[in-house]
């Protein structure tokens, strides 16, 4: 599946309407303080003037919630592109309306007009289809560059898409795609992440998501304090989430089954008082006194951490190491930025800098242009590093660009293989699969063989998938397992509603979304089955059956949690019985899905969602039906159970 970037489109004579991210922050005097998001959209802003295309920027500036509020202008940010372009650009009255049609009707190639703040009007943020399309009249081709805001499934960033033929992603946006994706996918190793900064909450997920994926994860900053707590180790008065105890632990013994290495800190910086003036002094972190306040790691630390990054090949850094906004708490944050430049310049390592706090502190420290990526995004790098599809990425796969939308080959092994037989088979499997970018691949053991066959794959790119799991997190219910089990024995994706379910175990659309919910609440991926019956399809009611497994499982699911989901259209009369619907068959029947979700969810996000093809799906069929536009994988039983049958599967995946 391809990705559509600027360079494919013919850009003369076009006017080309650019999403930016132009929210830059300002000082008391409404300067700018930091030009970073003007100056990376660069690029792509100078591409379109060259190829001689009229181009309209917009953008969002601050939160003036849906009113003019003149502060809030963005005649700095026109001003500023002016300077740094040498050329005018005019800054438009609002974003929408018959006086900026007519400005935009007057333009000459290679003009520049930037549009007034789009949320001056409360449709921006409230996702409104007409404000879209009034926006989108504006334009011939729709180019994507505000990765910070992807996350948002806001007019201007996701829903406007749909009304071009031609939408790609810029510069800026294809880099971070390329930067953060890359290192999340398919990384050089070893692959390292620190995480530091003041609070565990909120980052969570992205912990969780880099225990996964990473060797070795260095911590600082105040989630220290908290980690080393949960360690049983005193930290005196240093700020700690008192609440968060419990999941650091959660943290700390996920990095343990994974075989992931943590670094806490040995020694820290620590003040009197919280404050930039107060007397400073260095602990072990055993040994810090009681009325201390722990502002940073220490100077050991930093030589350790020094050593223990010189072998890593690629670098996420999340969150500064110290207090760094207090002057004399900065040095050991400025070291590990040193450092990290270092490293990057001399020794070849990508280095990616993921968050606003972060890209501030290497910005102070004047380090900026010396690692790999510097990302734009707080919150979107965030959600795009837990390894969410953000609409603004995923609205643009209608056209082909969707870098998403991968394979995904699932082996539900079903009630087959002891826990010694799926170990040796794992271990084969790891032998023979390859690595592709374009292919995700998924096997669901038995319950108890999941952790086992987990800790065999774990590092390599082959998933774990539960074949079902209970709503509840704990109590007494016999018999069932729980999201937050699963998750700790290394599942990424739950199977629900699969037909031997429905059929054998009472399984009703009303608990396939109770599972659904309960599985999206912990971050993992349901797989959710749907399919007729043989008599069904005789009747020719098997569209609507279908229609209502769909509608029935998403009751009450929210647009950011759904894109989160994948679909298994299982035809319960070709399950197992060597009979497959024709290619034509599943193609219509993915086609009809698709349509279902597009009326719920919208068009293109419905674009983004995987729907996988189950029953009898084998190496000689494999080809006709994973050919097929809406057909995105395969959820295999039978054929999953040899080794040489599966991977073959996942090379002819690979090759479509
Ligand atoms: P078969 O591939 O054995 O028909 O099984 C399909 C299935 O039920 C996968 O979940």
């Known amino acids: 599946m391809n990705t559509l970037t600027i360079d494919s489109l013919e850009l003369k004579g076009k006017k080309v309407l650019v999403r930016c991210d132009f929210n830059v922050p300002l000082d008391e005097n409404l300067k700018i303080r930091d030009d970073k998001r003007i100056v990376d959209a660069l690029p792509t802003i100078k591409k379109i003037i060259y190829d001689g295309g009229k181009l309209i920027l917009m953008s969002h500036f601050g939160r003036p919630k849906g009113k003019v509020v003149p502060e809030m202008s963005l005649k700095p940010v026109a001003d500023r592109l002016s300077e740094l372009l040498g050329k005018k650009v005019i800054l438009a009255p609002d974003c929408i309306g018959d006086e900026v049609k007519d400005l935009v009707s007057k333009m000459n190639d290679g003009d520049v007009v930037l549009l007034e703040n789009l949320r001056f009007h409360e449709e921006e943020e409230a996702g409104n289809e007409e404000f879209a399309a009034k926006l989108a009249e504006l334009g011939e081709i729709y180019i994507s560059d505000a990765f910070g805001v992807c996350h948002r499934a806001h007019a201007s960033v996701s829903i406007i898409a749909k009304y071009f033929d031609k939408v790609a992603s810029g510069y800026l946006l294809k880099n971070e795609i390329e930067y953060i994706g890359g290192a999340m996918k398919n990384p050089q190793r070893p692959l390292a992440a620190i995480l530091a900064g003041n609070k565990i909450s909120g980052k969570i997920d992205v912990i969780m998501k880099l225990i996964d994926i990473s060797d070795k994860i260095f911590i600082g900053g105040g989630i220290a304090n908290t980690m080393l707590l949960a360690k049983g180790i005193e930290v005196g008065k240093s700020l700690v989430e008192a609440d968060k105890v419990d999941i650091a632990r959660e943290i700390l013994k996920k990095a343990e089954i994974k075989g992931t290495k943590i670094l806490l800190p040995l020694d820290m910086l620590c003040g009197k008082e919280f404050k930039n003036e107060t007397e400073l002094k260095y602990f072990d972190t055993d040994k810090q006194e009681k009325d201390w306040i722990a502002m940073g790691i220490g100077e050991k630390t930093v030589l350790n951490y020094k050593e223990e990054l010189a072998d890593c090949k690629t670098l996420i850094w999340n969150g500064p190491m110290s207090v760094f906004e207090f002057e004399n708490f900065a040095k050991e944050t400025f070291e590990i930025a040193e450092i990290i430049a270092d490293y990057t310049q001399n020794n070849g390592l990508i280095s990616i800098i993921g968050g606003g706090d972060t890209a501030a502190a290497v910005k102070i420290a004047g380090l900026d242009d010396k690692y790999s990526h510097v990302s734009t995004g707080g919150g979107a790098a965030m959600e795009y590093m837990e390894g969410k599809k953000l609409p603004g990425i995923a609205c643009l796969s ?17 009630m087959n293989k002891t826990p010694r037989e799926s170990i040796k088979f794992a271990k084969d499997l790891e032998k023979v699969m390859i690595n592709d970018d374009n292919v995700e691949i998924m096997v669901a053991p038995v319950f108890n063989s999941i952790y086992p066959v987990y800790s065999e794959l774990k590092k390599t790119h082959i998933d774990i998938g539960s074949q079902d799991v209970f709503w509840e997190n704990s109590g007494a219910y016999t018999g069932e397992v729980s999201v937050k089990m699963l998750k700790l024995s290394g599942v990424k994706y739950c199977i629900i509603g699969h037909s031997e379910r429905r059929q054998y175990f009472g399984e009703t659309d009303e608990t396939v979304n109770k599972k659904i919910k309960a599985v999206l609440k912990e971050g993992l991926v349901p797989v959710i089955c749907v ?37 298994a259209y299982e035809p319960v009369w070709a399950i197992g019985t060597g009979k497959t619907a024709t290619p034509e068959q599943a193609q219509e029947m993915h086609a009809f899905i698709r349509s279902i979700l597009k009326d719920i969810y919208g068009n293109e996000f419905s ?3 995987r729907i996988l093809y189950g029953g009898s799906l084998n190496v000689q069929n494999a080809k006709d039906l994973l050919s097929r536009p809406d057909i995105d994988g395969g959820l295999i039983g039978g054929a999953s159970l040899k080794k040489d049958d599966f991977s073959k599967i996942v090379e002819i995946a690979k090759e479509i």
């Not at 209608?398 to 079903?414: S, V, Y």
């Open 607 to 609: 674009q983004a969602t």
């Open 531 to 567: 399919g007729e019956m043989l008599e069904q399809r005789e009747k020719g009611i098997e569209k609507q059956i279908v229609k209502d497994q769909i509608e029935g499982a998403f009751a009450g699911i929210e647009l950011n949690d759904y894109l989160n989901v994948v679909i």
């Open 398 to 414: 209608t056209k082909g660009f969707d870098p998403n939308r991968r394979f995904l080959i699932a082996g539900n092994w079903k």
